[in-house]
């Protein structure tokens, strides 16, 4: 846990030893207590020197401790000992001192730093705040702004004594924090830990040391069984957790060799294609982009050119681009180790070029789909080598947004499924392993969440009340600004191939029952009248201009709501913003809960993990599955099956058997929910 050496006859060597980030558990403060006190009770020693073993200094303090009762020595009377000791302390830093280590660092009389160290303060991420005298002894060394901006970021520094140091504190620092305290306010909606560190500084401006690290520690206290600290540590863990897939076979993410990926190629350059092309690029993969007409081609490829220009002069790097060719034909990716195709969202039209590419491409090369929710395996099922076939489902703008659904299908291969794994990783990607259902996972559970929303239109809601509910709950984006910004369009082509509208469909009187259950037409109004979001400057909301992206309630949309009110003899009601968060994230979770029946999902964090990164729901929240932990599942339950009795109507709304089983079960923690489930089919 600490190894103590005696070097050179006079300097004591005390190296961390707790593989894989040397986290402060326990028992490293145990043996750091034991080799400080060992140093300075030994004549022959005449400085200290602290560093972590294979190259990495000190991860903080242990995370996982913070889920059970507080054991071992305390860290602040650990480090305050070695600042007041009287010999020398040297931090060596290599690779990481983050949170608690880089309080340890603060702690030594001199700190020495690899010039790759990476120093910071991520504490509220974990929604906590540095509490072994992070925040009281950084401003007294860097002053007020740096250490403000330190806490929330990471800069390098080196310490002395810092406790005894007073802050450097600008005249007008109430102005500041008021300033600060804005900002953290609009950046991080309703989080408590960025507010609480702002205090804690405030503090280390305003009073000696000794009233400052008690206010740290008030505040900590606050934090620390805070439910916003418990969702920001799932997360953590719950993003570590999703990279690590298991097939039924045995194959898993750690017994699974993936192929190296030299070339790839992506078939259509849409949005979608642009932006997959671009993550490839830039992590120095070569990539043939292919598209079905020359001008096509061209727009394509100037697009290309000048995103992959602005992202490398955005990184200080040389744009890549003597990577990139475009062509015309598929017989030009004869030899590329992999193809994703990103065509139009039509099955016949994909399974005409799976169709092509396995006669065009070496037997070897590996054909993924972007599909967001068509059957992956109907695809492999076309080509003569459906254990290369997989999905990989970007987000939009895919150069962007971190997630990756890679889409299991069952005759996937675990090479295959390794392959898109890991090259999701190499391109910055939080990769998650789904199995091959309608929608996968994100957009399967999207569903249930948009019919909420548009069935509270017709009772008496407007979007900007349900946005605004939304918003308030943390989410960046409400849900029809969000579908404004993705086009309306979309949806309206696919229910129309799922045969839900069309022609047939009386426009003066449509029904609002469809396939047997209730059906709200009026998105299918709103694209009737060509609103179909930002792009042509109407939708849900009204815009500047087309492409405009500063969203105002329409008039019109308020007319349209009344009219269809009054047509079916609804009379409007209030709805409260708490029944707008319980019908439409309730409705979420319990498709949530089906998916990991159908083993669709492996596990609750899958569902989590996907929900941040491809669909903004709040990280202080910790997830749809996580949400619904904290609200209590006794109280989902309730909650569904009170809205599932006034709407029968609404299968989605109808309590999956998993919330119930779990409930009679005790309502176990999130953590062993997967206990709990007995898949009858595993998908993965
Ligand atoms: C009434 C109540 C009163 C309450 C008062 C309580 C007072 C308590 C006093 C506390 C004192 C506060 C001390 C301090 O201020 C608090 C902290 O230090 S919090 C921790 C801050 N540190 C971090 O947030 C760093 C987190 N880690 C990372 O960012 C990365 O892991 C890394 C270090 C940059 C390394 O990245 P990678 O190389 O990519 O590796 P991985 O991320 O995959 O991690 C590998 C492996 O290690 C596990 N792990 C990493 N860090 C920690 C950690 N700090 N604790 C525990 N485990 C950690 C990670 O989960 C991976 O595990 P695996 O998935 O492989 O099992």
């Known amino acids: 846990m600490a190894r103590y050496e005696l070097v050179k006859r006079s300097v004591a060597l005390i190296t961390l030893t707790n593989p894989p980030v040397n986290a402060l558990s326990s028992a490293v403060r145990h043996a ?84 790759k160290a990476r120093l910071g303060l991520p504490e509220v991420t974990l ?52 300033v600060v305290t804005m900002e953290v306010k609009k950046k991080a909606r309703g989080v408590m830990a960025p507010l609480a560190c702002i205090q804690a500084v405030r503090a280390a401006a305003t009073m000696p040391y000794s009233k400052g690290i008690k206010r740290e520690s008030e505040l900590m206290a606050t934090l620390f069984n805070s439910g916003q600290a418990r969702a920001l540590q ?72 000048g995103m992959l220009e602005r992202d490398a002069k955005r990184r200080g790097v040389s744009a890549s681009l003597n990577l990139l060719k475009f062509t015309l034909s598929l017989q030009d990716l004869k030899d590329v180790d992999l193809v994703i195709e990103a065509v139009f969202e039509d099955m016949a039209l994909k399974k005409r070029v799976f169709q092509e590419l396995s006669k065009v491409c070496r037997p070897a090369t590996l054909l993924c789909t972007n599909t967001s929710g068509l059957d992956v395996d109907a695809l492999a099922g076309v080509t003569d080598r459906p254990h290369l076939v997989v999905g990989m489902h970007f987000f939009s703008p895919a150069h962007v947004m971190k ?13 295959t499924i390794a392959t898109a794994m890991s090259l999701g990783k190499r391109m910055g990607k939080v990769s998650v392993a789904v199995g091959n259902c309608p929608g996968f996972v994100g957009n399967r559970m999207l569903k249930p969440y948009m019919d909420q929303a548009t069935f509270l239109l017709e009772e008496g809601a407007t979007p900007e009340q349900i946005d605004k509910a939304l918003e308030d709950f943390g989410f960046a984006m409400g849900v029809f600004r969000m579908s404004d910004l993705a086009g309306l369009d979309v949806g309206w082509r696919i229910r129309k191939e799922s045969g839900l509208t069309g022609p047939d469909v009386d426009p003066k009187n449509p029904p609002r029952r469809r ?136 299968p989605h709304l109808e309590p999956s058997p998993l919330l119930k089983k779990l409930v009679a079960c005790g309502s176990p923690s999130v953590q062993t929910w997967r206990e709990h489930i007995k898949t009858m089919h595993s998908h993965l």
């Open 32 to 115: 750091m207590a034991k080799s400080m006190e060992q140093a300075l009770n030994d004549p022959k020693v005449t400085a200290v020197v602290i560093c972590g073993e294979n190259g990495r200094f000190c991860g903080g303090a242990d995370i996982r401790e913070f889920a059970g009762p507080l054991r071992g020595p305390p860290l602040v009377p650990l480090l305050d000992a070695i600042e007041a000791g009287e010999k020398p302390v040297v931090a060596a830093i290599e690779g990481v001192a983050l949170g608690g280590g880089f309080e340890l660092a603060l702690v030594c009389h001199y700190c020495i730093a690899h010039f």
């Open 515 to 650: 396939h047997g259950r209730r059906y709200c037409p009026i998105p299918d109004m709103v694209c009737e009248q060509g609103r179909f979001g930002q792009k042509t400057g109407r939708g849900w909301y009204m815009y500047d201009k087309p492409g405009g992206t500063n969203a105002k309630p329409d008039p019109l949309i308020q007319n349209l709501l009344e009219m269809y009110r009054s047509r079916y003899a609804i009379q409007p009601r209030n709805i409260s913003d708490q029944e707008i968060i319980e019908r439409c994230l309730f409705a979420l979770a319990n498709e949530g809960f089906r998916i990991l029946e159908d083993g669709i999902a492996a596990r609750p964090e899958d569902i989590d993990v996907i929900y941040l990164f491809g669909y903004g729901f709040p990280r202080h929240r910790g997830g749809p599955m996580f949400y619904a932990s904290m609200v209590g599942l006794e109280r989902v339950l309730e909650r569904l099956e009170h809205y599932h009795q006034a709407h029968p109507d609404v």
């Open 127 to 178: 929604g906590i705040l540095p509490a072994a005298g992070g925040t009281q002894r950084l401003p007294r060394l860097i002053g007020i702004p740096a250490a403000l901006e330190l806490i929330t970021t990471a800069k390098p520094l080196s310490s002395r004594r810092v406790s005894m140091l007073t802050t450097p504190c600008p005249p007008d620092l109430d102005a500041l924090l008021e």
């Open 234 to 305: 799932y997360c953590f863990f719950a993003q570590r957790t999703a990279g690590k897939w298991t097939l039924p076979s045995g194959a898993q993410w750690n017994n699974s060799k993936p192929r190296e990926i030299r070339s790839a190629a992506i078939i259509g350059l849409g949005t979608m294609g642009r932006g997959i092309v671009v993550s490839l690029a830039r992590v120095g993969i070569s990539v043939i982009a292919v598209e079905s007409e020359k001008k096509l081609l061209e727009t394509g490829k100037q697009m290309v050119i």
């Open 403 to 415: 997630l990756l659904e890679v889409v299991c299908g069952p005759r996937s291969s675990s090479e």
